[in-house]
């Protein structure tokens, strides 16, 4: 392997065994509980070798307790394999929850522009597939390498003491099957990493489509939709075929070496026999312990792809583990601010310049100035920075160059990050509904508020007249991407959630988009009304609502120009 690559498998063994570690307890338990099996599988083939001298007639007063010995050692493989069966399953689900968790928060806190690279496909797979073969790994690798290790040298002992000759023969596949799993490595990474990048793409594949499914039905599209799953499948498959065809050449050279190994213990076995230097007992219990070493070795062997497979998905994990956090910057001033928020606030940006990651520049020198009290409105084309300025205000993106900032009127400033979020309500463009009760959609955002509260804000998002008409009222199930609701009804319900977040700054990107020029006017009158030290900044197509505004830009070509002052 490269070097390089070695030094990331490395890593990546490295971020497991920091898990493995906090479980070292149960793993140490299931390798006494591995042992303790070898030894009793290992005792079961000396005890048949007794059983058949004994049926033999070399030794038959030893019948009544070899007997009684080996139904004590069946029904103590039964205890032992259920204890190993229990342990294992709560052993790796607790590791499999607990790094799910963490890579969950990690994406949850993960800055949002660096997220966007990720499909959530993708991302799915890597949470749920990859943390599987991780968990699973870190709690059988080490205690198999353990038991399959202990299995293999118990046998060895065994024959060593009966046979030296034997041992010999016996260890004669181990150089073949070393050199042999060292030449595969490398291949059985690239196939690893690729079967895991198609299955995410097949995982992307159907959740695009599900998501989209009526536009695909509208559009009668769904055969070209059919065919594509069957690609995406198809590739899967290949890669799969591939990387099996790979290791059927590998497993069938380690089994032809294994049985040559075999057949020879087998034969120096018959030849003793037949010298008369060995009884008929002791044969068998040759037979068994050279299946016990070959079987034990082969296990070893076929940890060698586990740890490949696991530590690619390993990789997977770490690299959206390793996603950029949001910064949180100026926390104390943020805090302070937040709590004069009553006595004003103002929202300042200054000279900023603004391109998306390997985009063109969005925003070039825009000013903007937003007071308590105030609405702020911003028009302009589609597709001209409308939303990307919400973004900088909540601070999600942040401009390249130029000030972007929050002061209260004790002249606290700081800048806008994930520390000034809290001071918004947002209404973001498009159907932003949960698939859950309305009322668990509003508690979201404050959850102890009443179902008075609740209708208070539905009320004033002009969204009561209908949602009390709904078979369940406020309890109504909304489907998902809020099926169940017109677009202007899960418009309403947005900003009834805005509404009762009771932020000191209220964000409408197109929110009022779907409604009607009467219900937007009166749902705008109706939200600055309630406050008048509340800042509102809207965008809209709309020059309805124009009227109402202190303050109007006009986005041009990158631009800001103060149409409205
Ligand atoms: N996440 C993103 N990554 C890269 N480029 C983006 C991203 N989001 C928007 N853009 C680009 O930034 C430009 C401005 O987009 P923005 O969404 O701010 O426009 P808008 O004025 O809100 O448009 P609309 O009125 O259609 O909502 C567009 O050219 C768009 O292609
Ligand atoms: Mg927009």
Redesign the pocket.
């Known amino acids: 392997m490269k070097k390089h690559n070695i030094s990331q498998v490395k890593g990546e063994a490295k971020w497991m065994l920091k898990y493995a570690k906090h479980y070292w307890g149960a793993i140490l338990l299931y390798c006494v509980l591995g042992v303790l099996a070898t030894v009793m599988g290992l005792a079961g083939s000396v005890m048949s070798k007794y059983l058949i001298d004994i049926v033999t007639g070399y030794d038959t007063k030893a019948i009544g307790w070899v007997v009684s010995l080996m139904i004590a050692m069946g029904i103590g493989n039964i205890v032992l394999n259920a204890i190993t069966s229990r342990a294992t399953v709560l052993i790796s689900t607790k590791v499999y929850n607990e790094i799910q968790a963490e890579i969950y928060d990690r994406v949850m806190e993960a800055d949002w522009e660096s997220l966007?690279e990720y499909r959530s496909g993708d991302l799915i797979n890597r949470l749920t597939g990859d943390v599987k073969t991780v968990s699973d790994s870190v709690i059988s690798w080490f205690p198999s390498l353990i038991t399959k290790g202990a299995q293999f040298l118990g046998a060895l002992v065994i024959i060593l003491y009966y046979d030296p000759t034997m041992a010999v023969i016996a260890l004669l596949s181990a150089p073949v099957s070393v050199l042999m799993s060292r030449v595969i490595l490398s291949k059985m990474r690239k196939y690893s990493q690729e079967l895991r990048k198609a299955s995410s793409e097949v995982i992307t594949y159907q959740e695009d489509s599900f998501q989209n499914i009526q536009t695909i039905k509208c559009f009668g599209i769904v055969d070209f939709f059919e065919k594509g799953m069957r690609n995406v499948q198809q590739k899967y498959k290949d890669l799969m075929m591939d990387y099996n065809k790979m290791s059927i050449t590998a497993t069938s050279l380690l089994s032809f070496t294994g049985m040559l190994v075999s057949y020879g213990c087998l034969g120096w076995g018959v030849y003793r026999l037949w010298k008369g230097a060995i009884i008929f007992g002791t044969l068998t219990l040759f037979i068994q312990l050279a299946n016990s070493l070959s079987s034990s070795f082969s296990s070893l062997i076929s940890l060698v792809p586990q740890a490949v497979s696991a530590t690619t998905s390993a990789g997977r994990i770490m690299s959206v583990s390793e996603i950029k956090p949001e910064p949180v910057i100026e926390e104390e001033t943020a805090q302070k601010i937040k709590e004069n928020s009553s006595k004003g606030l103002e929202i300042r940006i200054e000279n900023i310049d603004f391109t998306?990651k390997g985009?063109e520049k969005?925003l070039s020198n825009v000013n903007l100035l937003a007071k308590s009290g105030n609405i702020v409105a911003i028009v302009?084309p589609?597709?001209?920075?409308?939303?990307?300025i919400m973004r900088i205000i909540l601070g999600l993106i942040n401009p390249q160059s130029g000030k972007s900032v929050m002061r209260d009127n004790l002249g606290n400033e700081c800048a806008l990050s994930a520390a000034t979020r809290e001071m918004f309500s947002y209404v973001p463009?498009g159907n932003t509904i949960f698939a859950d009760t309305i009322v668990k959609n509003m508690r979201m955002v404050k959850n102890d508020a009443t179902d008075e509260e609740i209708i208070a804000a539905l009320k004033t998002a002009c969204a009561y007249d209908f949602v009390k008409k709904l078979p369940e009222g406020i309890n109504t199930i909304i489907g998902e991407n809020g099926q169940g609701l017109s677009e202007g009804q899960a418009q309403r319900i947005s900003i009834a959630r805005a509404v009762l977040r009771d932020a000191p700054v209220i964000l409408l990107d197109?929110a009022t988009s779907a409604l009607d020029v009467d219900t937007e006017e009166k749902v705008l009158k109706n939200i600055i009304k309630k406050d008048s030290k509340k800042i509102c900044i809207v965008?809209t197509h709309r020059p309805s609502v124009l009227d109402i505004c202190e303050r109007v830009y006009r986005?041009n070509k990158t631009n800001f120009e103060e149409i409205k002052k």
């Open positions: 966007y998306y985009g969005v302009g589609s597709g001209e920075g409308k939303t990307t463009q197109e965008t986005i």
